[in-house]
């Protein structure tokens, strides 16, 4: 017997049927050791030793394995395709072997496979190798740059910027992407323009023609400046007629693009059906898993031959033989590492359509994705007749001319499968989509109308996940397979957010990128990150000794950073103010001095650094406490209560005045002035410009007291804290769901959640109460729920709750969504989901028999993505 070690208990699971009983397929669950999040995993002052770590919840997977081996004639490591399968089968074959659990006679073979499927599995094991230590040098050269980049710039970061997370290789360069769009966006004048387009009439049908020329000048977009110009040139062409001078139709091929790889998957997942480039991964790992498509996380565009093979059967039995090119098509991969080429991404069985699969809805989406984009890549080009039409204005004295274009498809090709959006990101020109009437030299179209409209040139786009991983893989930053951990490290981290699809910055995230540009330039430059990467990719291939490329690296590092430990804060604050002057001190109507404090009319505004991040303060502090959160400062909406105007009125009972004031934590009020006056933030949802006394006043009067309880005597209070509106009876916090009701909310009511909370219906920790459920389903192994928690939305089953995606919904979350979601939160706690109990006709009691309660294994071992700062 042999054993043989996957990453996934759902690939163990598959490949122990293909392989039967002269095998035992066991589960690593990922890595099973990782470097400990501390000083000192990583040291170079031993020519770059690095200590593993061994998880918790990986001691017990590792003996099993090493059970399993006890009675075996062989180890076979068949962990994934790639650098990071490369690196857990060296972790799992060192630690084994430092357990001197594989004895001196017991052969170690590496084997890989592409696809999850039997003739995949059973050619794989019949071709065994060496675990290819090349690529296992590229992945701890990653591991210990990330290393020594986290835990170098971080405590810096801390020191120096406080409220700052972290930095990273790979993550401040895309993060330095994003905000460099938004310094774009905001020194961005954006400029008028006008456009004049007439509607023309041949043959009974209207068509659409710009003006192309005046006077011979050509009128490019942005020719005409004002509307008066516009208006002119609209009567120029209303009081002449129109003879067409010329015709031109040329013949164009639209080619299909290459199969897709990890990043093409991602973009076009993100574009056409929405997903985060996150669900995206996760929704290819379980078609892979399943023996659906092909290893998911690749670089390369090539196909196998027998899968180009399969793809043209396909498009032969479906679409017909003019659809199929005479040879198949070849697409050369554009990856510079060939070792880390593998096959595109493409269904294992072309013959199963999307529709005939039964999956779950978003895997059948992305399934289908995949499916048409490989059998698009080998059918034929699609066919378009271009046509472009001159037609004259004759106008006593002036030379005149409009231009009318279009296109009409001759022959579909592959848009017949794909449709004409046959292209994540390409741009199609509304004008060249338009069917034109036939036209000739000679004809006299009729005029229906002139129409003029006013446009402005508009900012370059902020970057949506698809965009910027397009961006960074033109850059060459990082590595595609790990785009998606990086992305949701910047959203983890609050240094960016997605509205929309759209990506923008947050201050503290520009703070970090303006800070980097400023001390540590070159490390987060475009060219040197991808110079890096380049240098990464010849340790894979055996070009590069790794420890040669540690010590370039580090003796360079190390003296960038000597250089500004003893950097004064206020150097640090001067920096940022010029590199940030746009974003936090946009120029005034009134044209004064943007930095000019507006409470005290003299100090000078400036960036300052507090324990919980960044805010805007006077240089004249202390005897003025101007201050303003970031985000007002770049809006221009400095709020007046912060210039010392914002006086609601006089409080009848103390005689003293409330105000309303922007602190760096949002607005807030405050009664009267001196030492410690009474203040209180406003609750989230209320609008400091439409805030009224009388509101200010019921903020001021909290903690309320509701009344006292009938039982115990004492009193039950009402107040809004750091987790929202709650109620306090003896030491016992209880949420309220609604702001308003802390000012309503009567004895009854208040006794009536108090009591909720003694019957277990609130969790503890803080007060936080239980949610009512959000949606629920009815499942086989008992309801299921969707959930709001005090940490984000949830899933539960039982014992078990499972985090919801921060990019999904909870309210779309489906019952498929659901039950994955829970299943990976079992397989990674070692919990067993067990059946709902069939309901049984009442019974004679018996004695329950005692149970010995069984220890749930632990977690599993996470898989760590390449180019991932360390947590901290």
Known sequence: MKVV???????????????????EVLASFGHIRDLPSKDGSVRPEEDFAMSWEVDTAARKRVSDIANALKNADGLILATDPDREGEAISWHIMDVLRAKKAIKKDTPVQRVVFNAITKDAVTAAMANPRDIDMPLVDAYLARRALDYLVGFTLSPILWRKLPGSRSAGRVQSVALRLVSDREAEIEKFKPEEYWSVEAQLKQAGKSFLARLFSVDGKKTDKLAIKTGEDATALKALIESGQFNVTNVEKKPTKRNPHAPFTTSSLQQDASSRLGFSPNRTMQIAQRLYEDGLITYMRTDAVQMAPEGIGMARSVIGKYFGEEYLPEKARIYQSKAKNAQEAHEAIRPTDMFKRPEQLHIDADQQKLYGLIWRRTLASQMKSAEIDRTTVDIAVNV??????????????????????????ASSG???DDEESRELPPLAVGDKPNLEKVAIEQHFTQPPPRYTEASLIKKMEELGIGRPSTYAATLTTLKDRDYVRLEGKALHPEDRGRIVTAFLESFFSRYVEYDFTAHLEEQLDQVSAGELDYKTLLRDFWRDFTAATEEIKDLRVSEVLDALNDLLADHIFPPREDGSDPRR???CGTGTLSLKLGKFGAFIGCSNYPECKHTMQLSDAA???????????GVLGVDPESGEEVHLKSGRFGPYVQL????????SSLPRGWDAASLTLERALQLLSLPREVGRHPETGLPITAGIGRYGPFILHDGKYANLPDVEEVFTVGINRAVDLIAQKAAGGFKRGGGGATQTAIKSFEHESGPITVRSGRYGPYVNQGK????????TNPEDVTLEQAVALLAARAEATGTKVKKAPAKKKAAAKKPAAKTAAKKAPASKAKKIPEDETPPF
């Open 5 to 23: 070690v996957v990453e996934s208990p759902a690939k163990a699971k598959t490949i122990n049927k293909y392989l039967g009983k002269d095998y």
């Open 396 to 421: 006593p004295g002036r030379k005149v001319e409009l231009r009318a274009t279009g296109s009409v498809v001759t022959f579909p090709g592959f848009l017949t499968l794909y449709g004409v959006e």
């Open 426 to 428: 390409e741009d199609n």
């Open 597 to 599: 404090c507006p409470t």
């Open 635 to 645: 809006s221009g909406q400095a709020s007046e209560a912060a210039a010392g105007d």
């Open 672 to 679: 009267g002035e001196g030492k410690e006056p009474k203040r």
């Open 800 to 807: 078990i709750n499972a985090t919801i995606p921060k990019d």
